[in-house]
């Protein structure tokens, strides 16, 4: 197609940009999902290098909650992530213009990352008793008219999907993000008052980027298109949990909790695979 014709079709107009620059040198299946994964992987790679207290157990997490593994498939997604993540700079120094301009452009490869500028309105906001209540009366609500929100969404960002999807089982990661959830916040509340403020502002972005996990999560229970919303703001955990575990003192219950995370990674990655199919293919 020339670019005319490709501007016409109903994608976003920066990946079909992508897809017409990639063309012009090969029409290879295999180095366009190598050059696409490369993309989606820059703002991951910067996200833990930046933040990341301990790079092995992002990486780790990163692989375990399927976030790696969707560059090979959701590739219009990953790359909108991986030019959103470079906006959580701009959260944490509470500059809006900055930070729209980088989510807009991420939504230039997938409307969907449009959402992510919640995490600007409420990235900071302060880890106390009154806002955990807060959100459990949103949780609470949202459990009630999740079919009511589901259908709003399709019309907006997935109109194309309605009818596709039955209900669907998502219980299992709802219930793995709310039991990330409250050990987080069982250790932020242990730390809280030990912490610098360069490493709480951080560690408050990502427990509120949690939150927003659970909230999209729930609705995913009815409908498993918009778990890819809540892997949005997924990306969070992979920062969290090291944070945390980190700047825990005691160097005796520190190590427990490593091997804790350990174990459960490898309980998780055994019942519920992200990657259960693969093979070495040559060009």
């Not at 109903?10 to 180095?31: D, H, Q, S």
């Not at 030019?83 to 509470?94: D, H, Q, R, S, T």
């Not at 360069?198 to 918009?226: D, G, H």
């Amino acid at each position: 197609m020339n670019i005319l014709e490709m501007w016409l079709l109903p994608w976003e107009k920066l990946y079909i940009l992508l897809n017409k620059i990639i063309g012009v040198f090969t029409c290879n299946n295999r180095v366009f999902i190598i050059i696409t994964s490369f993309i989606g992987l820059i703002g991951p790679y910067f996200f833990i290098k930046k933040y990341s207290k301990n790079y092995l157990i992002s990486v780790i997490l990163f692989i375990v909650l399927g976030l790696y593994s969707y560059n090979f498939f959701i590739i219009r997604q990953t790359i909108a992530m991986s030019i959103a993540l470079f906006g959580i700079k701009y959260v944490e120094e509470k500059k809006f213009p900055e930070f729209l301009v980088i989510t807009v452009i991420a939504a230039l490869f997938h409307k969907t990352t449009i959402l992510f500028l919640l995490i600007y309105f409420i990235g900071n906001k302060k880890i106390d008793k009154k806002y955990l209540l807060q959100w459990l009366a949103v949780f609470g609500i949202m459990l009630l008219i999740k079919d009511f929100v589901i259908n709003q969404i399709y019309k907006f960002m997935y109109s194309n999907y309605i009818g596709r999807y039955g209900n669907s089982n998502g219980y299992e990661r709802l219930i793995l993000f709310t039991t990330i959830l409250i050990v987080a916040t069982y250790m932020y509340s242990k730390m809280k008052s030990t912490l610098e403020n360069k490493e709480n502002n951080i560690i408050i972005i990502t427990y509120n980027m949690l939150l927003l996990t659970i909230l999209f999560q729930i609705i995913a229970t009815s409908q498993p298109i918009v778990a890819r919303i809540a892997n949005d703001f997924a990306y969070g955990i992979i920062l969290l949990i090291p944070n945390l575990i980190e700047n825990v003192e005691d160097k005796k219950n520190k190590k427990i909790l490593q091997i804790g995370l350990i174990c459960g990674t490898i309980l998780y990655s055994v019942l519920f695979p992200t990657i259960s199919e693969y093979a070495l293919l040559w060009i």
